[in-house]
Structures are given as C-alpha cells and as structure tokens.
C-alpha cells in the first residue's frame, strides 16, 4: 500500500463514527444503492479503501443541501460549477469521468463551433452544468428553458441559433423529434469537457478522505479500469 494512502486511511480510522456517503439518480449511472456504473465504481473504491461507509440515494438537491449542512461526509458525482459558495470550504477528488457540452444547430446554418455562436442565442436547461468558460462568455446570449425538448423545438423554428447540451438527455430530445434529423451535432467535438469528482469537507477528515478517494482512482487509471480522453471528452469505466 503507498505511504500516502496509509497516512490518509490512519487519519480516517480515527472518525468516531462512520463515513455519510450519498448519490443521487442518474440513469444508467446511478440506478439505486447496488445498480449503476457510478455506483459499482463506488464500491470498488471503498473496496479498496478498506474502509467501511454508509451509502443512501436521496434526491439530488437534498444530497446537496445535506452535505452543506455536515450531515454527510462526502457525495457524488459532482461538477466544479455546482460546488456550494464559499468553494473554499470543500475539496475534490480526482477525476473519475468527464461531462461533455455538445453544440446542436441547424444544418442549414453555418454554425458548428462555439465560435459561431457568438453574438448569437443557445437555448440550455436551467439547472444543467455547462462550464464557467461558457455561462461567463458575455459574447452569446443563453436563453435558459426548462426542458431539452422545448430547447429543439426552438431551434427548428429558428427562434434560437443553436443549443448548449450533452450527449445523452439533448440527443435524445433531437431523435425524438419528427425534424431531427435537420440539426447538426459532432459528439466527438465538445465545446466543454467539465471534471466528475467526490465532493469532501476542507477539514483535516474531509482532505483526508478525497485525498484516499483520489489515490484509489488514480491506481484505478494506471489499471486502465477508468480510462478517460480529455480531447474528446470521452469516459469509460471497465468494471465487470
């Protein structure tokens, strides 16, 4: 076992009680409390760890809320956007998937790259993660709706340029749609790739635990068991 990882779980040993850990429904990824490659991930890690720690799937606001006021440990996945003010009260582990932001147009429009949307309007869903590089950029509008549905619907009457979505609700909305086949996308080419990590405390406990989180991850890379492509954005998990 390395040094560090030993001094990390040593400190951790040390907590009176066990470890509060949380998720929230993703499908496919986080299923219920046994089912999702998030969650086989989880488990694999504290596998490794050693180290016992209670898991609960609540709502993905409560998760949030309950870690802002101490009542769990750590949770995730978690993007650096959505991290509670002060972001100096938490700490992050390393890596263990990517999100990709995907740009959607019309095809018979000339934009298909961020660039081209400047001076222009993307529909996003209020809520969704997209970077601060891109909700920051003052040179394109986002015009924020509630759904990825409606956000198509939009850009097929021309009423916006374009869409900031993902690659799994935003495709799915285009394939649903009678016109979707009128719209540009490239998954290959994100416009943002944004970091999925575990969201800890930023005390002695907390700096502890991601810090162990993120030495079983990065043994988990070597291993090739999580492998992840930063130009493309692509993620891959390879858990049986």
């Known amino acids: 076992m390395?040094?560090?990882?030993?001094?990390?779980?040593v400190i951790l040993s040390a907590q009176s009680s066990a470890i509060e850990m949380a998720s929230y429904y993703i499908p496919g990824l986080v299923?219920?409390?046994?089912?999702?490659?998030?969650?086989?991930l989880h488990r694999e890690i504290f596998k490794r760890l050693q180290q016992p720690a209670?898991?609960?799937?609540?709502p993905a606001r409560r998760v949030q809320l309950s870690f802002q006021r101490g009542e769990l440990d750590s949770y995730f996945p978690e993007l650096w956007e959505n991290v509670a003010q002060p972001k100096s009260d938490y700490v992050?582990?390393?890596?263990?998937?990517?999100?990709?932001?995907?740009?959607?147009?019309?095809?018979?429009?000339?934009?298909?790259?961020?660039?081209d949307v400047y001076h222009k309007t993307a529909g996003a869903v209020r809520g969704y993660s997209y970077g601060d590089d891109i909700i920051h950029d003052e040179r394109f509008t986002i015009l924020y709706n509630h759904n990825d549905d409606m956000n198509v619907k939009m850009l097929l009457?021309?009423?916006?340029?374009?869409?900031?979505?993902?690659?799994?609700?935003?495709?799915n909305a285009v394939k649903n749609n009678i016109e979707g086949d009128l719209i540009y996308y490239d998954l290959n080419k994100p416009i943002a790739v944004l970091d999925v990590f575990y969201i800890c405390h930023n005390n002695p406990e907390g700096v502890a635990l991601c810090a162990a989180i993120s030495d079983v991850i990065q043994?988990?890379?070597?291993?090739?068991?999580i492998v992840l492509d930063?130009?493309?954005?692509?993620?891959?998990?390879?858990l049986p």
């Open 2 to 9: 390395k040094q560090g990882l030993l001094l990390w779980l």
């Open 31 to 40: 299923i219920d409390q046994d089912k999702g490659l998030f969650v086989k």
């Open 54 to 58: 209670d898991f609960k799937l609540l």
């Open 92 to 115: 992050v582990s390393d890596s263990f998937w990517y999100k990709k932001v995907i740009l959607y147009a019309r095809k018979d429009s000339d934009i298909r790259e961020l660039s």
């Open 157 to 171: 009457k021309g009423r916006i340029d374009a869409i900031f979505g993902d690659n799994a609700s935003t495709l």
């Open 219 to 225: 043994q988990l890379k070597k291993e090739d068991v």
């Open 230 to 238: 930063r130009t493309s954005g692509e993620s891959e998990i390879r």
